[in-house]
């Protein structure tokens, strides 16, 4: 069980890393009138706690499956 503990937890960071990232992100963005540009300033590090995030999630999910 504490093998599932521990890669919720490592979920939760990831999940609490990308989520950080965002807010950043969508910060960095100035408001005018004119058309907006955004060119992604962390979008290689949220790629990739994405992947880690989904990656996770689905071993969250085949382990609760099995439990059943």
Do not use: F
């Not at 609490?16 to 992100?25: H, S």
């Not at 060119?39 to 071993?59: F, V």
């Amino acid at each position: 069980m504490s093998n599932r503990v521990e890669i919720l937890e490592e979920y939760r960071q990831a999940n609490n890393q990308l989520a950080t990232l965002k807010r950043k992100e969508s910060e960095s963005i100035r408001h005018s009138e004119d058309t907006v540009r955004i060119e992604p300033h962390y979008g290689e590090e949220m790629t990739s706690l994405s992947d880690k995030c989904a990656q996770l999630d689905m071993i969250l999910e085949a382990m609760a499956a099995s439990e059943d």
